[in-house]
């Protein structure tokens, strides 16, 4: 591999930046494409698709035929709130090809006997987020109904545009949350995305169930997403 494009790769990869390898089946030759940058044509279309599947692709335009390899960040699911529907879905989340969270500072719930092999912060969402930013490539998924601990990190996933915010509680409740955001200088149309209760509406009851609800929901909405990851 050309070092120049083994070195956009690398710089990519550390910034969590999806890019693709357009390569010239004709002479050879490599470009690396940030999902940013506007590709007119066929071309451009076809890259567009290869962000949005994930997956890599041959394509011929007007009698040429390029490859492209699409590399993208890994997938983040931030937990908030080391609860039992956190239990539940952590695993299936790893399982289905998402990387899992918990943050929660209350230490009694936060234990690696109740998380064992899922990353787990007993800390402040404030404190763990300001070393782990979130960005374009989480989802926020909010489950303590504290609002001492929830209402942050849902602000953050919002201003670092997080494809997924999603927060557990009923209408009365997520009713509330948005006027305490949007009176703390949330923008509206960003608490919009917001999704409460959270889930998709299968009338999940147990914690199992509600995992299912919500990893669901997430799956579809990354799906949805320009660049959604497989």
């Keep these: 591999m050309d070092p ?40 451009g279309a076809a890259i567009a698709e290869a962000f949005r599947s994930g997956k890599a692709a041959p ?48 230490t009694a719930f936060a234990t690696p006997e109740r998380f064992a092999g899922i990353e787990l912060s007993a800390d402040w969402p404030e404190v763990v987020l300001a070393q782990r930013p979130l960005d374009r490539w989480c989802a926020l998924v909010a489950l303590t109904h504290d609002p001492k601990i929830d209402d942050h990190p849902i602000r953050a996933a919002l201003e ?26 949330a923008d509206p149309d960003a608490v919009s995305r917001i999704r409460g209760p959270i889930g998709l509406p299968i009338g999940a009851s147990t914690p199992a169930e509600i995992g299912v609800s919500i990893l669901a929901e997430i799956i579809g909405e990354r799906r949805k997403s320009r660049s959604a990851p497989v």
């Design 4 to 43: 120049a494009v083994l070195k956009a790769l690398n710089a990519a990869r550390d910034e969590r930046r999806a890019v693709a390898v357009v390569t010239d089946l004709g002479d050879g030759r490599d470009r690396v494409v940030s999902e940013d940058d506007a590709i007119p044509g066929e071309l």
């Design 59 to 106: 394509v011929s335009v007007s009698g040429r035929d390029f490859f492209i390899n699409v590399h993208l960040p890994p997938v983040r699911m931030v937990i908030v709130g080391a609860v039992h529907i956190s239990q539940a879905l952590a695993p299936m989340a790893s399982a289905a090809g998402f990387h899992p969270e918990i943050i929660d500072p209350r």
């Design 160 to 185: 670092a545009e997080c494809f997924y915010v999603g927060a557990l509680g009923s209408r009365k409740t997520h009713g509330r949350r948005i006027e305490r955001l949007i009176a703390a200088g």
